[in-house]
Structures are given as structure tokens and as C-alpha cells.
Nanobody, 120 residues
């Protein structure tokens, strides 16, 4: 089994910044892609940003230029630096990882979610 533990969410004023972290642990041989998704009540979960093991990144149009995803492969950790936050960024943010286990099986895992609220 693999666990993803997120941290860094909270309440911030519009224009402010937050940094989310997600650390993976457990039965890991290698982590392929990692990403951050977000969800608000009544809407589907959407991709915010993703990063491959080689460092290639992808962003939702709504966050390009404001958010930066990065990862530390040695620590099995992915980060999301969020700047110039807007009220529309308010959501529960979920970490996601595509993991190859030590038995060479590939699975997708999710974190428990962390609330980000942008409000004055």
C-alpha cells in the first residue's frame, strides 16, 4: 500500500500565496507521474498541475503563470507553489500519484485532500 500525506492548505487573502506538499510512502519502486487536482462541491475534480518523473509539467489554463509544480524524487514528494491566489481557487486540493510497486504493478493513489480557501 502507498500513502500520500498532504499539507500546507489553509485560509489566505486574495493575492496571497500558499505552498502545498504531498509526501508519498510505502510500497514504492518508482513514482511515475504526480499531480494536484482540486474539487469544489457540485463539480467534478479537475487537474490543476501534473509533473512526470523527468520533470515535464502541465497546467490548467486557469493557473498558468500563477502556480508552479515541482517534485523531489529522492523524497517522493511533490509541491505546488500557488501565487496570486484568487477566490476561484478555493477548493479541496488532492495529491495524485501513479506508482509502480516493488512487485512491478502500477496503481494510482490519492491523498486525503487539503482545504484551500481564498477570502478576504
Amino acid at each position: 500500500q502507498v500513502q500520500l500525506v498532504e499539507s500546507g492548505g489553509g485560509l489566505v487573502q486574495p493575492g496571497g500565496s500558499l505552498r502545498l506538499s504531498c509526501a508519498a510512502s510505502g510500497n514504492i519502486f518508482v513514482i511515475k507521474a504526480m499531480g494536484w487536482y482540486r474539487q469544489v462541491p457540485g463539480k467534478q475534480r479537475e487537474l490543476v498541475a501534473g509533473i512526470t518523473s523527468g520533470g515535464s509539467t502541465d497546467y490548467a489554463d486557469s493557473v498558468k503563470g500563477r502556480f508552479t509544480i515541482s517534485r523531489d524524487n529522492a523524497k517522493n514528494t511533490v509541491y505546488l507553489q500557488m501565487n496570486s491566489l484568487k477566490p476561484d481557487d478555493t477548493a479541496v486540493y488532492y495529491c495524485n500519484a501513479a506508482v509502480i510497486t516493488r512487485r512491478m504493478n502500477e496503481y494510482e493513489f490519492w491523498g486525503q485532500g487539503t482545504q484551500v480557501t481564498v477570502s478576504s
